[in-house]
């Protein structure tokens, strides 16, 4: 006769086994798939590079002493935001004369690795890197200043492959640097390269070869999208010279919209608002437009459904991207052929209509979630606004760093922040 307790010893270590083996699965899947919502901030402006994060539950109001600061690290010169997948803190620092791709814990603060991908980069706007990583399936892509498309190794740091994009083309890089933030989509990683016949290009993830590349525009200093507009996925492109949607594996032109503005600064990432629109807009008295799409034989057709430009625009968005909430668009206004003085407004999406504006807000950069603003500024204060069309009403505000244009990365009630001396975490759950 077999003993039941000796079955059920041997059910208890099967279970046992298959329940180490899904652990390690599900450890494995947090590296190689860093690009799931849920758990991660993996790019520029998040999830759905909008700017929006789903997380409730944050705070509305600092203690009498300030945010709570997790860690506070040394970090370097750039301009690069920060990625995260959960465990790792990714972004981009000029370190020991290199443009090097920086990993720390996200957790603790400490360093994991660093890698070292291009010699220092300078010009007249700035030192060091400008783009935000972009993690993806166990990868980290990196686009360095001069336009060095690096794929990383996600735990370790190891180069997997790199390609010098601008100089391949036969090009030079934009004026004031490249500063396109890679996009994954399924295996291809594109960026803008601005160069005549090579204005975006897309590589393998895998293997680093050139799958297309199409368009003759500069470049611009925006970064790619996926967007889903008029019933199509689409890769989102805002140029130098016009904003373009293109068809993903092939790069094949849906649509385009020309857009020029001085110096080929069409800096934020374009905005799909409904099903069928994308707001676009540049700074230095440009303006914005709210783009209609509609099919048009294989392709589609771009209208204007209202456009507000010159010195009376509603929203012109010097490098920092609105965010769409609730029908509203939020977002910093720059006034002025030098973006001197920026507003922070609240439009009516619909209509265009201004909402309201708070006068002289100042230069900063912005994210939302909870149903509020979260807001990095130029003196290194941390904002915290009501995301409101009734009013601007601002909640709290406290210095944590020197003062930076990158906008917040946020994941697991943390924000994590950084300018050109330190990268500082700081918890702001409830």
């Known amino acids: 006769m077999r003993n039941p307790t000796a079955d059920r010893g041997i059910d208890v270590r099967r ?10 699965v599900l450890s494995l899947c947090s590296d190689t798939r860093a690009d799931d919502a849920t758990n991660s901030w993996p790019q520029l402006l998040g999830p759905n590079r909008n700017g929006i994060s789903t997380e ?20 370097g010169v750039g301009k690069s935001g920060i990625a995260l997948d959960g465990k790792r803190a990714i972004t981009m620092v000029e370190r020991g004369g290199k443009q090097t791709v920086l990993a720390l814990d996200a957790a603790s603060g400490k360093k994991l690795w660093q890698t070292p991908v291009a010699p220092a980069y300078r010009n007249s706007m700035g030192a060091g890197p400008r783009a935000t990583p972009t993690i993806a399936s166990g990868s980290v892509y990196a686009f360095t200043g001069e336009g060095i498309l690096v794929a990383l190794d996600q735990v370790t740091g190891k180069i997997r492959w790199q390609h010098n994009v601008v100089r391949d083309a036969g090009g030079k890089p934009a004026e004031y640097g490249m500063a396109c933030s890679p996009l994954v989509v399924g295996k291809l990683v594109i960026v803008t390269a601005g160069v005549k016949g090579a204005s975006i290009v897309a590589y393998d993830t895998a293997k680093g070869t050139l799958v297309w590349k199409r368009g003759d525009d500069p470049a611009g200093y925006s970064s790619p999208a996926l967007r889903t507009v008029a019933g199509r996925e689409q890769v989102v492109v805002f140029t130098g ?3 373009v949607g293109l068809v993903p594996k092939t790069g094949s032109q849906l649509w385009r ?22 707001f676009i807009s540049s700074g230095e008295n440009h303006g914005s437009v709210m783009l209609q799409l509609k099919p048009s034989g294989d392709g589609l057709e771009a ?10 625009s509603v929203m012109r968005n010097e490098w920092q991207t609105s965010l769409l909430i609730d029908g509203h668009l939020y977002g910093m206004d720059n006034v002025g052929a030098a973006g001197s003085i920026t507003h922070l407004n609240c439009v009516n999406a619909e209509t265009g209509k201004l909402v309201w504006r708070e006068i002289r807000f100042g230069k900063g950069n ?33 210095k944590v760093i020197n003062g930076t244009r990158q906008a917040p990365a946020l994941l697991g009630g943390k924000i994590y922040l950084r300018d050109g001396k330190e990268i500082v975490c700081v918890d702001v759950r409830k």
């Not at 409730?56 to 109001?61: A, K, S, V």
């Not at 209208?303 to 009376?312: D, N």
Request: aromatic content about 10%; charged content about 25%; overall charge positive.
């Open 15 to 24: 279970i046992f086994g298959l329940l180490l083996i899904a652990a390690a």
């Open 303 to 312: 209208t204007e459904a209202w456009k507000s430009l010159g010195r009376k």
């Open 366 to 398: 912005l994210i939302a979630a909870d149903g509020k603003l979260y807001i990095s500024t130029f003196k290194g204060d941390l904002v915290i606004v009501r995301a409101s069309p009734k009013k601007f009403e601002e909640l709290a505000r406290a």
């Open 257 to 278: 919209y020309a857009f020029k503005t001085d110096y080929n600064c069409n800096i934020a990432t374009p905005i799909a608002v409904g099903k069928s629109r994308l």
């Open 56 to 75: 409730t539950g944050l705070i509305d109001r600092f203690v009498s002493d300030g945010p709570k600061i997790v860690w506070r690290v040394p970090g």
């Open 241 to 243: 010279a016009a904003a």
